[in-house]
């Protein structure tokens, strides 16, 4: 039994797609970070309960900090993208959260700026408000522990290989990093979307960017490189072809960061199968309904679909390139 919706609503479902491919499917991962978060903040004395906590989101992790505030009896004041649609708006209200949006913007960067900018202003007139930074503080990291025990119990031997969206660094970096105190062998895969400052491809502009978390525009402290094996840059309309194939092959209704990451699983396992794969499917597709599962008989077949491999970032083109990290020259 769940003290709170939020306990519930967490727990990942670990799904076996076929031999040595998996799938870890969140409704919403982010509620692992915030609670953990909010609740390492409360222990630790920096906040009390009724504090108003603030945060920048583009829409998952606005639920999931209202969540935990409700959970631990917090107030919550969201500064919002415009990609936070009528559904979420009315969730947070009703959970009592307030919810400010920016104007829209004609690019990522001058959205994030946008909204960070009004953080500050906001921040210089309530000091006693407390920035969660969830781009920037590695307490939000602490909430993963459990998501690495549960993979390290369910899947007890052998290599395995974590693939998934790196948005803040604090989802795929954190399960990896766990999982690796533990002893286990694991090859972190990390997808991003082209125009990305965080792994380099903010030069290599894809108009349709609308992956949602995984993408930044502004440096984000909490992504932690050295712990990447791989990367993937993954085009809008490869990671629509993967989400729509992720769905025909396993019933699984997952946003585009899930079909970037399953594409680029197949891709791995394909270049060396020794290695037990898990992707992350961080949240439903509900959100991507009109702008890209409506598209699905457009969608490329999956398996027409190759990555060019890089030995340089001034290599990255459309729509969808890969590299080994740590190999890279001018990362």
Known sequence: MHDHIAEAVKKPDLISLEPGLLCLRFETMKIYSALGAVRHLLESGAVKHGDTLIDSSSGIYAQALALACHRY????????????????????EILGATLEQVQPSKNLRLDQELRVRRIAEILEANPSYHWMRQYHDGIHYYGYRDVAGTIDTELPEGPLALVGGVGSGASTGAIAGYLREAGRDVSLVGVQPFGSVTFGSEHVADPDMIIAGIGSAIEFK?????????????????????????????????????????LTTLWEQRRDDSRRYVFIAADTGHRYVESAYAKHAQAPDIDTLKPHEITSLDELRHPWSTTSWPDLPDR
Not at 73 to 92: A, E
């Open 73 to 92: 009896g917090m107030k919550c004041h969201i500064v919002g993208s415009t990609t936070v649609d009528r559904t979420l708006r009315i969730q947070l």
């Open 222 to 262: 909490n992504v932690r490189h050295e712990a990447y094996d791989r990367v993937h840059w993954v085009n809008f309309d490869c990671a629509v072809s993967g989400a729509v194939s992720l769905l025909r092959n396993s019933g699984i209704f997952a946003g585009l960061s899930a079909g970037a990451a399953y």
